[in-house]
């Protein structure tokens, strides 16, 4: 069973930025798609951004294209996002996730993702 930490999280000022870490136990990191997804308080779960196996291809969800940035370190089990510019609407707990086993193509589905972090927050000022 792979364990996910996620870290990074804090309080910032509007137009602030944070990277927020996720460190993934286990030896087989490099073969899953991972993602970024956030759940704000009253409202559902939410895909942020996504990474294929090897870090070569990203995809975002509109609200956050241009602003944030995902990566990955596969030497170091641990998957990035770079949060710029950040606005109070991203005031959210922010979840990394493991792709399904099988699953290559990508995906913003919260039922395609099998294993889940604990959450870290992020909570933008105005």
Not at 14 to 19: M, N
Not at 25 to 42: C, D, E, K, L, V
Not at 51 to 62: E, K, L, P, V
């Amino acid at each position: 069973q792979v364990q996910l930490v996620e870290s990074g999280g804090g309080l910032v000022q509007a137009g602030g930025s944070l990277r927020l870490s996720c460190a993934a136990s286990g030896r087989t990191f490099s073969s899953y798609i991972m993602a970024w997804f956030r759940q704000a308080p009253g409202k559902e779960r939410e895909f942020v951004a996504g990474i294929s196996r090897s870090g070569g291809g990203t995809y975002y969800a509109d609200s956050v294209k241009g602003r944030f940035t995902i990566s990955r370190d596969n030497a170091k089990n641990t998957v990035y996002l770079l949060v710029n510019s950040l606005k109070p609407e991203d005031t959210a707990v922010y979840y990394c996730a493991r792709r399904r086993t099988g699953g290559l193509e990508y995906s913003r589905l919260i039922s395609d993702f099998g294993s889940w972090g604990q959450g870290t927050q992020v909570t933008v000022s105005s």
